[in-house]
């Protein structure tokens, strides 16, 4: 059996824990989500390396490339002018007869005063070593320095290629001190070069420039020793012509490498003591890495202005920096002597290590690897599990409790209590809430903060798999009472808990600052909002707000399902009239609306006072769907004759009076539902307008209702008297040359 089932098997111990799944699908796919952003971060950084690194390589091919033809071109120029030139071979061995013997005297030159030189040098590093804060001298050293190397590299390699290398023993002894020399100007090269952040810390920039100038120019020299050695490599008979070419350094020196090599040892260094005083007393981690820090803020600030540009040394540093970092918490964590004290101290510092890094210009994506290592889910799990462990436990027994209590609703009271204010409300919110609250709190005995996270995560996909849930208990148990002759058993105490469930869902987030009193929701994040970091509890108030809208939907859910079943139960005999030829001296209009009266009668002391004005607009909202819909009812015929319009007309008004004389109305909630049955002017021009005009009207229609259905539309035109089938293809033609703006659902996206 593969990890994953057996992981999957512990998850899964019992039947109730597959309700888990949405919310364990959804946590995974928050966390794959996560794993996903960073890997394609560090894919879009591996593909920007791959890219510099074939842009470098193109450059190279491409400067390989130059050389080689001009030097066929010189070759060929040489080739010409033997040809061109009278008495060239005398000329040619004068001149290069008089070219040897000047290079010989220049050599000879340089060989004599070779060791004075040399010498000149030592007194000029003397001089820096007896001033090794500012090394005035360094320059001069560097430069006449080189000119040594490339005397020795050019009297070497001319003796190797001669017939007599009888004096190569002579030379090499004549140049030997030179490697001391070089090593003393290496020493104080790497001085600076390890003292980089102290020198910039103590504003001796000047010195900073030097070594920046030394090492660019070493890197140059480095760059074209690799060129010419590829340029030369296949063309040996050019390049023995051609040798004053390859003058300068004949090897790559690698000072841009020491340098790197350099930073790193400082880096490492530095750890060395940081991880001595953290193993002596593991709180003062942040404090001890403090200088991490403050190296990285010293090169962003001072360092930066006084490199190169193309070096990048922010990014540079931030990088081996970053490396030392990694290894030295992967080799405490790796460290089987490492205390748990410690180990939960640098589990605590990741957060904070990025968030500083942050601020100094480096995301988090950028960092690889994760410092780490992305080890922190496995190593906490232990702390967070138990506690979610006990969460679920206590969330599955209240979950048991309200099902049992929902499907025992059937007797006095309906199996539910009233609150202080009267209000209808099921028995185990108060019960849930105090859970919760105490899940919090041991939590937060671990002192964990990735552990308190985890767990208000685990609690936050829980209560929205919550919401989910009674919403599909509920529209379950309503549905069953659909159809033509259902069962009302138990009816009236659903629509009890319908009530009973917006209250609930509004108790959760009905804040009265006022009279310093909070919702569930609210003392749910004040409880924990201490305990989390402050970029969580960013996270986690989105997630909260997201909880506070779904509260919302399912309150309105309930009370808009209320609505539906007043109209399947209670309207069933009276809606499949409209617009039949009943319609035209019947009353149901007036008879809707009584019972409109009587439901918000009943209901009006047990609902809470917010959601009273909503279920009169969802009433009115389902009675304008249910309306415009008879269209489709049997028998629904607009004659041309018939009085369809003030019938229409007369319909709105009476909902109209009830609205203007409903005491539970405010007038914006009013003028709301008026504006929603607006649409009615729209609907009567469909019937009433001549046939030619009818694709105009669509068009009006479907510029205020984007969303408009044309399957609706067609309803309409067959319903009317004078209806064929040119007047349907002149509406969809219309429609074909309309084009749509979407926008938000209008209230004729819900008319199908």
């Not at 794959?32 to 074939?54: C, I, N």
């Not at 990014?315 to 004290?341: E, N, Q």
């Not at 009433?688 to 009818?694: R, T």
Request: aromatic residues 8%.
């Amino acid at each position: 059996m593969d990890s994953s089932t057996v992981k999957l098997a512990e998850l899964l111990r019992h039947p109730d824990d597959l309700e888990r799944i949405p919310a364990m699908r959804q946590e995974y796919q928050r966390k794959k989500a996560a794993v996903d952003s960073q890997l394609r971060s560090g894919l879009k950084e591996q593909l920007e390396v791959t890219q510099a690194g074939m842009s470098g390589i193109t450059d190279g091919q491409r400067t390989v490339q130059l050389i080689k033809e001009e030097m066929m071109k010189i070759d060929k120029l040489c080739a010409e002018a033997q040809s061109m030139i009278l008495d060239f071979p005398n000329v040619n061995l004068v001149t290069q007869t008089q070219r040897n013997f000047t290079a010989v005297d220049n050599m000879r030159k340089n060989i004599e005063t070779f060791e004075s030189r040399r010498l000149a040098i030592e007194d000029m590093l003397n001089e820096d070593e007896n001033d090794k804060e500012n090394m005035p001298k360094l320059l001069a050293i560097h430069y006449e320095l080189t000119q040594l190397r490339n005397i020795r590299d050019d009297a070497m390699e001319q003796i190797t290629r001669a017939d007599d290398q009888s004096l190569q023993a002579t030379l090499e002894d004549h140049f030997k001190d030179l490697d001391s020399t070089i090593a003393w100007f290496d020493e104080h090269i790497g001085i600076i070069a390890v003292n980089l952040i102290p020198i910039i810390q103590a504003g001796n920039n000047g010195l900073v420039v030097r070594f920046s100038v030394i090492i660019e120019s070493e890197e140059r020299s480095d760059k074209k020793v690799l060129a010419l050695q590829e340029a030369l490599k296949d063309h040996k008979e050019m390049a023995a012509r051609f040798q004053s070419i390859t003058d300068g350094a004949k090897s790559a020196r690698g000072y841009k490498e020491k340098f790197l090599g350099a930073i790193e040892a400082y880096a490492d260094s530095q750890i060395v003591a940081t991880k001595e005083a953290f193993l002596s007393d593991p709180s003062r981690l942040a404090k001890e890495l403090k200088w991490f820090f403050n190296d990285l803020n010293t090169v962003r600030i001072g360092m930066v202005p006084l490199m190169p540009g193309k070096w990048k040394i922010m990014r540079t540093y931030g990088r081996i920096y970053h490396k030392a970092m990694h290894d030295f918490l992967v080799g405490m964590i790796d460290d089987p002597d490492t205390s748990s004290i410690n180990m939960l101290a640098i589990l605590n510092w990741p957060e904070k290590y990025y968030e500083k890094m942050k601020k100094l210009g480096f995301r988090e994506e950028e960092l690889i690897p994760q410092v780490l290592d992305g080890r922190e889910p496995e190593l906490v799990r232990e702390f967070r599990q138990l506690v979610i462990r006990k969460l679920d436990e206590w969330i599955d027994r209240i979950q048991s409790t309200e099902r049992r209590d929902f499907s025992d609703r059937n007797v006095e009271g309906s199996n539910l209590v009233t609150d202080e204010y009267g209000y209808f409300r099921t028995k185990n919110l108060v019960d849930l809430w105090r859970m919760l609250q105490e899940q919090i709190d041991g939590a937060a005995n671990s002192e964990r903060m990735d552990v308190t996270e985890g767990v208000i995560d685990a609690m936050i996909v829980r209560l929205k798999a919550r919401q989910a849930s009674w919403q599909k208990m509920l529209d379950d148990e309503a549905a069953k009472y659909n159809g033509n002759d259902p069962n009302l058993d138990g009816f009236q105490a659903l629509q009890d808990w319908l009530v009973a469930t917006a209250n609930d869902q509004i108790a959760c987030i009905d804040d009265n600052e006022e009279e310093g009193r909070f919702a569930y929701l609210t003392n749910f994040r004040q409880k924990f909002e201490t305990l989390v970091s402050p970029p969580y509890l960013e996270l986690a108030d989105m997630e909260i707000s997201s909880l506070r809208i779904g509260y919302v939907d399912l309150s309105t859910h309930c009370i808009s399902k209320f609505a539906q079943l007043i109209f399947t139960i209670d309207f069933r005999s009276v809606l499949p009239d409209f617009f039949t030829p009943k319609w035209y001296g019947s009353t149901a209009m007036s008879q809707i609306v009584v019972t409109f009266d009587e439901y918000v009668g009943d209901y009006k002391s047990v609902l809470h006072h917010s959601l009273l004005d909503i279920f009169i607009e969802e009433l009115t909202d389902e009675l304008l769907i249910r309306y415009l819909s008879g269209v489709r009812n049997k028998g629904a015929k607009f004659r041309r004759q018939d009085p369809y319009g003030e019938t229409l007309g007369r319909d709105i008004g009476v909902l109209f009076d009830f609205l203007d004389n409903s005491p539970h109305l405010s007038p914006e909630v009013t003028a709301a539902i008026r504006d929603k049955w607006r649409v009615a002017e729209q609907f009567l021009n469909l019937i009433k307008e001549p046939k030619e005009q009818i694709p105009d009207v669509f068009a009006g229609f479907k510029s205020i209702y984007w969303d408009l259905q044309l399957s609706w539309v067609e309803a309409v035109l067959r319903s009317r008297d004078d209806f064929d089938r040119s007047l349907l293809n002149s509406v969809k033609a219309r429609a074909a040359q309309i084009a749509v703006e979407r926008g938000a659902e209008t209230f004729m996206g819900k008319i199908k």
